[in-house]
């Protein structure tokens, strides 16, 4: 049957049905949705910006790509395959590089997920691989000279980012290093963000090269095969996602925001990001309730997100249910019992968020207020 | 990262690794192997022999269809793709009908999986759809008059069935109805094997034919998507499959086995065949012990399969601890208590298995001796 | 510290507050909560008649019994401890029979569960153990001569049935069989109901002698140690209950409908009872909706029952996604596709429930309206 | 059914059963045993040393005390009834405060479960509520002047420690804190440990005064209720346990390592001991693998016990899959991957363990070498 409409109309029933129903103990598929909360003057948008499909060396149509970001609850993706690397043309001889963008942006039709034209420029060593985004027409960065496809995307007023600079194939020992060609190409404005998480890789030097030269961070999948076999439910996983802060939902916005650093990543249970970006982000997830009045105050963190948040105490009371590190678990209410010594009308909590990071080896701290 | 070899080792140490550890609690991958014994003289295949990739109507590459047959322990596929119906046919203009087998069979490379050649004739009703496979050359079918498709099917040694008799576009009421067309093709010979569940799909009516017409049935996933998704994890669920006794695990013994229509069809907890292939089937999955000796007997029934087994006592003895109907849960072991009245050295008890079918409303009976 | 007021609200703070949170995946406590409906002009009543306290040999306080019967959804419970037997007599020489009635009533304070005052006399066979409950005072029950003790009882109004007559301990073959003595006590209206269902044992012969001399049927728990250790979270179980039709959740009423037979036994996934209380308790856990109109009309049944029903297909439709046997799982939605052959509507359904029984063998038939 | 063995040798023989079976997805009992390695020189008993009964104000028969610890894997525990509270003295006339220690002992016949006669002093703070155990007769502590019982325990030989010091009924801001008396104890020897964690309430100024004046930690439940209650399979939880590391599993040694400060607790995914003791606990818990060499070094560490190591990675190298902080999680195998520039035949990693605390706010740090 090639007419599978009936089926899928079934299957979202079938969802919408089971989810109504209060005792329903199945899992749903709603439960792979990543979920953060937007921050003051932001909405936090769930970006992937790197992966492919059979239209380089993927092995899944744009459809599928669509299907995956939908039930991950991204916000946002950017089918970029590669300009220079075809391993199935004899197959598909497509001679067009915006062929992945049109399919992918044709699937999406009438869901609310932004589609960025995009395409990976696969080079040696340096400059390595690099993602454009926002692109016009990507077949104008099907040429030899690499200088030349780089200041085409920057024509077309595309975001040029330095893909996995730690990949062990391109940097034998892991350690993304800087080298004189990526110097010249973040001079003239023609590289404008790195990836410091790639699939289920990261790297603290590229980190280190984000901020000593302000770039924008990123952290994608880079899929080739099916998300839910990279990073499935079975592993309670998630693919890393760019979590970009813009001012509304929408593609201008977010090439905005990416062009102001306005980013953090998300991955492995990690955040890493700038601290005024990081700390409402956490803040917000929180949910904070005071429970009666006592000396002993009993206070209820809700966490509305996907991470779970180790905390170190940094206030200047001890917890009478907690030593000074604990966890607030993805969706889960904590019972924290606060020694205020005297009952207080209000009072704020600092803590340390171990697995967050503004640089490498340095945590944000987030305040808390009971009231 | 277009060379992903380090990640996919990986990914294979940390399961294995998992699997060692006594008290993982994870899901693990291996857990949507489907699992049947064999029965006297027969190897039992699990086979899916209805499928589609990009290289028709399908949103995948042909190499997932791999994965995917292996993670669910698969013995046999065969990709189908459509020989009229190309909507992908901008991107890949191909030519040659036998290509998803060539892509398939490469994935396969050093799997312990056969690969059928096969293709879906696709045409209006009559005869509507049917899958040749075993197929030398799928281009010679490519042509307009579907009988002289059919006869050089058969020229090639092909086995034809009928796809979704049921299906709704073809068939408005479902109602599986063989018309004078169906009758010539298989008085000649040219029609084999019908199916009797499409995806999640079934049809009495379709059982019934292949009764009266001696056709071999079939069970497939008729899959255009991702299998995972239609039939998940988080459902607890499996792919329909046609279940084969053939010989030895071999192309050759398949083909053999499928033209003495030695097959079974397992889908949604349900299995359909002969009562000389599932009794045989459904007793070897089950491990009895006897437990002691005594008036009132316990024994343990041991269900090394993936059904679960709704039983009716037919014995002469009551049970202590179950009324006349009761279920063998898939991979568990069940505990009943038999009351013999005396001390019996050995004893053998009959069950009706209510969820297996050997003609609609018809079930198998099956024997347990405990010693 | 042995006042743990402070610890208890706290923890329902929690239990409360996870509810509260939308993607909250773990078990929360009233999972356990038995459910079924009420039926047209009666409440059901989920009750536990049979069970123990270190008042006589059980392992528990009687509040213990009452936080389980709370957990387990239960309407109504008696502590039955043995007048005769107690172990525990060097630490607890009690001599008040109705003192687990007292410390129970005192537990269960605020809690919206009927208490009933019970013993259970302990006698060799015949006439064996049998409950008595509905006592006004147990200790005038605590005398030699057991043809007194049910005269006693029934002065007092008490509701008295045989416990366990399958029992291997005097009934060495588990065969229940009805002795002189017993026709002599119902005959004297001395012997009002009898367990066909004691902890995890069943007995089709007592269910027989039920119906041939018009007792009520129990299935009661029988618990000495801990409900959760024998009928575990982890086991996916539930305890053994007597469901009792009553006209209001009072003693009364309850007392009203026991004696006139108004019961049912609900046990491992098991249903037992006479017809014209199945049919409605069945029918009145599924809730069916159509969806759309079509010549295979698709029908959404929501099971709000924890009973697995599994169901054989009588009516004269097929249909296009099930055999005619087949499972509406507890708690969540099914979909069936009824093959009508012309757009009907409305029409109605008729299924034989396999695991529920009217008399040994027997199954109740229930109907479905589709409109 | 007031004889259950029979029932109990069934129930015992299906788990046996299931674990057996490859694919068995069922949560077994013995989940719940609590995992910790020994350490070199040492057996790691696992002990909970403060508990009640029905003979004191406790809800359930010490026999449900042994079965709750045998499922927990407990090595020791103690059971001990106040002294001077007996609200069930209506039912429980007893004078004997030997009396539940008698029968828990007799209910763990045949176990190898160490039991320790032991009792609580139970008064107004100061000194506020004690443990005595290792007691030889608990009823010559049952006087009136507290000093007196003291020294009484002290003459027999008993271990003495101070329970929830930061008990908010005794302590009203939950601040421990030592009072004159307190002192006086400490200083004549007849004040041996120290409560830091009792149930789920644990103290930073309790450890504070164990490390100051030189007092054997513990962490016990305090349960008055049912163990699997308050800390359920459904929250993934587990008592606090005292960690005791003696030469053998005896009564001897047991008492002799804590006398000898050798104690550790875990509750809550957090662990508190000195450093000589929590180092080789933690380290002997993980099983480390080089998998292949390689300029990033790819190593598997599997971690055998029951806590989530929450690690900060001290050492010179950066890793290719984690930021500088992640989780190795409890039975589970964690895959890093290091960068250590060039391919080393051995190499170690160090690590602070954040859910690990030698004093407040004070981690151990670990060394991992990889050869």
Chains 1, 2, 3, 4 share one sequence.
Not at 268 to 275: A, F, H, I, M
């Amino acid at each position: 049957m090639y007419l599978k409409k009936a089926g899928l109309t079934l299957l979202f029933i079938s969802v919408v049905i089971s989810i109504g129903l209060a005792q329903t103990t199945e899992l749903q598929e709603n439960t792979r949705a990543i979920e953060f909360p937007d921050i003051p003057g932001y909405r936090t948008l769930k970006c992937d910006l790197h992966m492919h499909t059979v239209l380089s060396d993927g092995h899944v149509w744009p459809s599928i790509r669509i299907q995956e970001a939908m039930k991950d609850g991204l916000d946002a993706i950017s089918i970029t395959d590669h300009l220079e690397y075809q391993p199935h043309s004899d197959d598909i001889p497509h001679p067009d590089r915006n062929r992945s963008y049109q399919l992918a942006k044709q699937a999406a039709e009438g869901q609310d997920l932004i589609v960025i034209n995009g395409a990976e420029i696969t080079r040696a060593m340096p400059p390595g691989h690099a993602n454009a985004i926002f692109l016009e027409d990507a077949n104008k960065l099907n040429q030899d000279d690499f200088m030349e496809v780089f200041r085409e995307a920057k024509r077309q007023g595309a975001f040029v980012f330095w893909n996995h600079p730690h990949w062990t194939s391109q940097q034998k020992d892991g350690v993304a290093s800087l080298k004189e060609l990526h110097l010249q190409l973040i001079s003239e404005g023609l590289l404008n963000g790195i990836e410091i998480v790639n699939d289920d890789t990261y790297s603290d030097e590229a980190l280190q090269i984000a901020l000593d030269h302000n770039l924008t961070i990123l952290g994608n999948s880079d899929i080739h095969g099916l998300i839910d076999w990279q990073y499935g439910i079975a592993q309670g996983g998630h693919r890393p996602v760019t979590l970009v802060f813009a001012i509304e939902k929408s593609e201008a916005a977010l090439r905005k925001a990416m062009e102001e650093r306005r980013t953090a990543v998300w991955f492995n249970n990690t955040l890493v990001g700038k601290p005024e970006l990081l700390v409402p982000l956490i803040e917000h997830a929180l949910v904070v309730t005071r429970k009666g009045k006592s000396q002993v105050q009993t206070v209820l963190i809700e966490n509305h997100s996907d991470a779970d948040y180790i905390l170190k105490n940094l206030s200047e009371y001890t917890l009478h249910n907690h030593a000074s590190v604990f966890t607030l678990k993805a969706h889960e209410t904590t019972i924290i019992q606060v020694k205020t010594l005297e009952e207080l009308s209000s009072f704020s909590l600092q803590f340390k968020v171990l697995n967050a990071f503004t640089a490498p080896g340095m945590h944000p701290e987030i305040s808390i207020t009971v009231e």
